[in-house]
């Protein structure tokens, strides 16, 4: 079950793609050059798909690693869920994610992808939080003082999970708001609720399965 007092906060896409271009600037400034973007999945899709397009990329594949389950519940270890491409062996390669959590996924992605003998290998996310075990080599923005992000393309699930662990759980999309905004510290959107609420009426309703490193 998730904390019921995680400070969170909500991430726009206009935010996105600020960081994103930023993110891009920083690389195309460091004189890297890479030949392939390589997205952990989920949470790294977007941000890599946005930098692939800012760096005039092509070439992007994904490597699939989870660290957190529904509504950031974190597991014990980061786990491996999809080969790392093997066609990155001599390329310079761009690891993509969202953020630098506590670094675990990071770190896999990156023994992973070093297994595939790249050229090089250097990482960009979005966010980089202090805590984290690894240092990106790029990265838009640094958090200091800890919270998770809820990013637009994970909203329903991260709505999903923290409503799930609400006890009792809220009769009103107005109610769900109210508690978001009292354990989390957040402004949901009151038609992300809704529809998470209708979801959670529905038998087998997803809860959420968010990853991050």
């Known amino acids: 079950m998730s904390d019921p007092s995680m400070h969170c906060e909500l991430v726009t896409w206009s935010q996105v793609s600020r960081l994103s271009l930023r993110v891009a600037e920083n690389i195309r400034a460091s004189g890297y050059r890479p030949d392939v973007v390589v997205a952990i999945a989920r949470g790294g ?65 990156l023994e992973q992808l070093r297994c595939c003998k790249p050229r090089e290998v250097r990482v960009a996310v979005l966010h980089h939080k202090k805590v984290s075990l690894v240092v990106p080599d790029y990265y838009g923005r640094r958090i200091v003082s800890w919270r ?54 529905q038998p087998q309703a997803p809860r959420g399965s968010a990853t991050r490193t």
Not at 50 to 70: F, K, P, T, V
Not at 168 to 195: C, D, F, S, W
């Open 45 to 109: 899709y977007v941000p890599a798909r946005l930098l692939c397009d800012a760096l005039g990329l092509y070439d992007l594949q994904s490597i699939r690693i989870g660290h957190y389950e529904a509504g950031a519940r974190k597991t014990e270890k980061a786990r491996c869920y999809s080969p790392p491409p093997v066609n990155v062996h001599g390329l310079r390669v761009l690891l993509a994610d969202d953020c630098s959590d506590t670094g675990d996924t990071l770190q896999l992605a």
């Open 148 to 201: 998770w992000l809820v990013y637009p393309w994970a909203l329903t699930e991260d709505l999903s999970g923290f409503i799930a662990a609400m006890e009792p759980l809220p009769a009103t999309a107005e109610e769900a708001i109210r508690q978001l905004r009292l354990r989390h510290g957040i402004k949901a959107p009151q038609r992300a609720v809704e529809y998470v609420l209708a979801l959670m009426k």
